[in-house]
Each structure stands twice: as structure tokens, then as C-alpha cells.
């Protein structure tokens, strides 16, 4: 089993910054994604908050920043992490497909997954009109009906990509006012085939052989139910980090975020964490990048502090 100098998880923002950073310096660095081009970034259809960029698809994105770390050096290995444990010469990585890699250091950037909704009919009719990405899914759905629920920046942001496919978008959202940020609010009200029901959730999915005909919506003062006709329903109930497997073996927030200090430390000794599985986040991209780049830095330090201690014992 070789053991590499810095591992990194994760093919998001974090993950590739990192990783960049990392080889920058002079590392030898592995990162370890099932996909490796950009995460949740190839979701996103339009990414305006990132300084410097202009307004950019993060389906392109994603890909052109994987081939500029690919280009730089880093090797990528296509696999999930499936468990992560300190062993007696650095830490040890067991992969999906039954290799196990050992790293001097690690830098956790898995990123967050999208969080199911829990809502009946959501898995029936998962993936004949249930739909969490309207990026990837949106063109099939070009010249009909969609609901969007949630009120956050996702179901924002794709209720208005939608709305330049669809021929109308109903936005079912929580509260008088959606949470969204202002830029994705002002365009969700330019967008003219876009209706938005207040102060209502989403209940159920109805549908039939063919996949989804309507969605129940339930408001959230009255309790009473209104049925909306829709040919696909787009479910934004939130992010959740992706640390299924580091429970038990990394300190994880009530949350299921990682806990580091201020210069990236998780609870294991030589295991850094960035991005949006860090707890306290500012869940954007320029963090994510930031955290990459400074998580990077860190183990950098680790490897070095390392060195010393080895020489030390050495007598050298």
C-alpha cells in the first residue's frame, strides 16, 4: 500500500483549491472523487457571487478548474471514501472498490449532498418528474408546468433557470418572504412565468403511470390544501453534509458538520477539513475556495512539523 504525501477527498471547490494549492507548494497530492468535476458545481446554472469571474455556468466551471488540477499534476482517483482511520504510519482510506490508500495527510472537502424531503410520493416518482437538480433535468421538462418547493437560494436560483424552459414555474416557499439572497429574489420577480404560492409547503406528490401530475400544497396558517397541476416537481429542502462515513471517527457537529479550529484541525491529528462540511461555513463558493487554499497551507505545515519530529528522533 503506497502512502501519499496529502490525500484530498472531494472534487468540489474545496476539494479541487486544495488540491491546486497543495501541488503549488510542491506536494505530492491524490484526490479521491467518484466524479471529480466540480461537485455540487455542475448543478449550479449560473454563478454570480464568485469576485473576479463575471457571471459564469458552474457546469463549466466545475470541469475547466478539474482539467487545470489534473494539468498541474494531481493524480485523481475515481472512488468513494467509505471509511477513514488513523493508523499506526499516517491515515488510512478505505475505498468503494476495496483498495485502501494511506496519506501522511488528509484533506476532507466532500462538499454537501442534496437532502430528501420526506414527503409521500417522492421516491415513488423519483426520476419520472421528481427532481432535485433543474440543471440537469430541466430541458425535459421545456414548454410544460414545474413546481419548485423550498425557499432558499437552490429552489431560487433554479426556479428562475427553469422559468427559461418551462412555460410556467409555481414557487411554493415557507413564510410571507423567501430566504434567498437578493439577487436571486430580483430575479425570480423579472421572471413573468414564474407564480409563487406564500406561506406553503408541499405535502405530497400525485401522479400515475406516466409520472407526476400534480403536487399538494398545504398553507402553513389556514392548513388548508390546494392541489397544483404539474407535469414535474423540483424539491429544494436543504443541504446536508456529506460525512456519513467519518461517524465515530472524526468529531461531528448535531448537524453532521466536521469540527475544526481556526487553522483547519479536525479531531485527528493530520486530517484537515474545508469547504462546506466545516463547521461554520459560510456555505459560498469564494469560502469554499478560501478554506481549499488555506487547508492546503495547513498540511503543508503538518508534513513539515512532521519532518522535524522525525529527524528529532533520529538524533539528527
Known sequence: MARREIVVVGGGMAGLSAALIARQIGHDVLLVDPLAGGGQLVNIGRIENYPGL?????????????????????????SQVTRLARGADGIELALDSGRTLSAATVILAMGSTVRRAGIEGEEEFQGRGVSYCGVCDGPFFAGKTVVVAGGGDSAADEAA??????ARVVLVHPGRAMHAMAIARARIEAARNVERVHESR????????????????????????????????????????STAFLR????????????????????????MAAGDIRGGSARLLIAAAGDGASAAVRASQWLAEGGRRARERAGL
Open 161 to 166: 433557470h427553469l422559468a427559461t424552459l418551462a
Open 202 to 241: 408541499v405535502m405530497r406528490i400525485i401522479g400515475g403511470p406516466d409520472g407526476v401530475t400534480a403536487v399538494v400544497a398545504r398553507h402553513e396558517g389556514s392548513g388548508g390544501e390546494r392541489e397544483l397541476a404539474a407535469d414535474g416537481a423540483f424539491l429544494y429542502a436543504g443541504l446536508e453534509p
Open 54 to 78: 463575471g457571471e459564469v455556468r458552474g457546469f463549466d466551471l466545475g470541469p475547466e478548474l478539474a482539467a487545470r488540477v489534473m494539468d498541474a499534476g494531481v493524480e485523481f482517483e475515481l
Open 248 to 271: 465515530g471517527a472524526v468529531e461531528l457537529d448535531a448537524a453532521g458538520h466536521v469540527i475544526t479550529d481556526a487553522r483547519l484541525d479536525t479531531s485527528v491529528p493530520g486530517v
